[in-house]
């Protein structure tokens, strides 16, 4: 590999890029690989994890050593500039940033950035031009200690909200909580409103949601998600991982909600946890479609899951069809939706030993079939982020526990695939 380093802003930014060892991944047709860094880790539930800016990509990560660090792309992910956002004093995968490029009003083409730990306060900070050399401020931090999984949404006409999970109680594992605050421009510069509760578990769990999926026909959002109950003191019981899909209209009040029937689910023997990966577009039919992943089993680093779509009524009569066994490290989600035209991708395993990131299309008899490798490697590898053409992945070094990993990040053109 090659280093390049970026200087700005009294911050010195390491970028591994172009040339690619024998042990690192590959394209199917030998498409470039492009490197972003050789230690850092996004987080599927932290939303936006890359956004599109005039210039190109701005993708935020954190490293092995709680360092969170955002860097802008030019349009075929060159390096252009990168500046550090927050040292922590220990790392956690959680703390990976969500990004937001704001749309209209007074700050259009400045990017947000929201980080948390697992269960520490929300961090909220605002870029202080269009230009991300130039750094960011602090612009917020929420009085509640307990959140995580982070994404920020912009309406149509610049109405912003901060999603969050959080836990009301910060001295033990309480009702999981979905909460919101608005976002607001104020004497130039960003105020966040009082905490709204959206969702909250009936008994001591927590709360797994989707990025929300705008709704044209009430001017709302749709948010998919998961409730994992616990035990008191912490032990997850053998209990079902109930999925629902809940409406709110653009005041963040509720509309409908619809609970995913899972006895299809036990028919094909499947217990314990479902987790939900993102919204696929609907149906034709109006039928919402989830994209779920259930944990299957695991051998020595990796374990495996199978991946599902869910395509729901109303009444909250479901129809589940597989897309493909994935393989990956403990924890981590391995599959994440194309948005321009819902094709998923999802590490598996190749017939050689490696591990690919095949993308999956929905053929005419409504299966699921590969179209062919993107990418390959002799380490594990972890679909993390689409933006435009790019697929934004991780390869995994080791990833013993959420605050002991080590990961590079790369991007990669989808319009190169075949034979890894």
């Known amino acids: 590999m090659m280093a390049k380093i970026l200087c700005r802003a009294a911050f010195c930014l390491s970028l591994v890029f172009t040339s690619v060892a024998a042990a690192a991944p590959v394209t199917g047709d030998g498409g470039p690989v492009h490197w972003l860094t050789d230690d850092g880790t996004l987080l599927v539930y932290n939303l936006p994890a890359a956004v599109k800016t005039e210039s190109g990509y701005v993708v935020g990560w954190t490293d092995s050593k709680g360092l969170l660090t955002v860097t802008e792309f030019d349009q075929n992910f060159e390096p252009l500039a990168g500046t550090k956002l927050r040292q922590y004093k220990k790392q956690d995968d959680h703390s990976a940033p969500a990004l937001h490029v704001i749309q209209s009003g007074p700050l259009k083409g400045?990017?947000?950035?929201?980080?948390?730990?697992?269960?520490?306060?929300?961090?909220?900070?605002?870029?202080?031009?269009?230009?991300?050399?130039?750094?960011?401020?602090?612009?917020?931090?929420?009085?509640?200690?307990?959140?995580?999984?982070?994404?920020?949404?912009?309406?149509?006409?610049?109405?912003?909200?901060?999603?969050?999970?959080?836990?009301?109680?910060?001295?033990?594992?309480?009702?999981?909580?979905?909460?919101?605050?608005?976002?607001?421009?104020?004497?130039?510069?960003?105020?966040?409103?009082?905490?709204?509760?959206?969702?909250?578990?009936?008994?001591?769990?927590?709360?797994?949601?989707?990025?929300?999926?705008?709704?044209?026909?009430?001017?709302g959002y749709a948010i998919a998600w998961g409730r994992l109950p616990r035990k008191e003191g912490g032990n997850i019981p053998n209990a079902w991982y109930d999925v629902f899909i809940s409406r709110f209209d653009r005041e963040n009040q509720p509309i409908a909600a619809t609970r995913?029937?899972?006895?299809?689910?036990?028919?094909?023997?499947?217990?314990?946890?479902?987790?939900?990966?993102?919204?696929?577009?609907?149906?034709?039919?109006?039928?919402?479609?989830?994209?779920?992943?259930?944990?299957?089993?695991?051998?020595?680093?990796?374990?495996?899951?199978?991946?599902?779509?869910?395509?729901?009524?109303?009444?909250?009569?479901?129809?589940?069809?597989?897309?493909?066994?994935?393989?990956?490290?403990?924890?981590?989600?391995?599959?994440?939706?194309?948005?321009?035209?819902?094709?998923?991708?999802?590490?598996?395993?190749?017939?050689?030993?490696?591990?690919?990131?095949?993308?999956?299309?929905?053929?005419?008899?409504?299966?699921?079939?590969?179209?062919?490798?993107i990418t390959c490697s002799d380490k594990p590898l972890l679909p993390q982020a689409v933006i435009d053409g790019f697929l934004i992945a991780e390869e995994v070094e080791y990833y013993k526990a959420v605050r002991d990993f080590r990961t590079a990040l790369f991007a990669v053109n989808m319009d190169h695939r075949g034979d890894c």
């Open 110 to 219: 400045r990017i947000l950035a929201a980080t948390s730990h697992h269960r520490s306060q929300m961090f909220v900070y605002l870029s202080k031009s269009g230009r991300i050399e130039d750094g960011f401020d602090q612009v917020a931090k929420l009085d509640q200690r307990n959140t995580t999984y982070p994404r920020l949404v912009e309406f149509s006409d610049g109405y912003l909200r901060l999603l969050y999970r959080g836990h009301p109680d910060k001295n033990k594992f309480d009702f999981g909580i979905l909460s919101s605050n608005v976002i607001r421009y104020r004497s130039g510069s960003i105020e966040i409103g009082a905490r709204e509760d959206l969702l909250m578990t009936d008994g001591p769990g927590y709360v797994y949601p989707a990025m929300p999926r705008f709704d044209p026909a009430s001017g």
């Open 260 to 373: 995913l029937d899972p006895a299809p689910m036990r028919a094909l023997g499947f217990g314990a946890e479902k987790r939900v990966l993102g919204m696929l577009s609907p149906k034709k039919d109006g039928r919402s479609r989830l994209l779920l992943q259930i944990p299957k089993s695991r051998s020595g680093p990796l374990r495996n899951s199978e991946i599902y779509v869910a395509t729901v009524d109303e009444s909250g009569k479901t129809d589940y069809t597989l897309v493909t066994e994935t393989v990956h490290p403990y924890y981590p989600l391995s599959a994440v939706i194309d948005p321009r035209d819902d094709a998923i991708l999802a590490s598996v395993a190749g017939r050689d030993g490696r591990i690919r990131i095949d993308r999956f299309m929905q053929n005419d008899s409504g299966g699921y079939a590969s179209t062919g490798a």
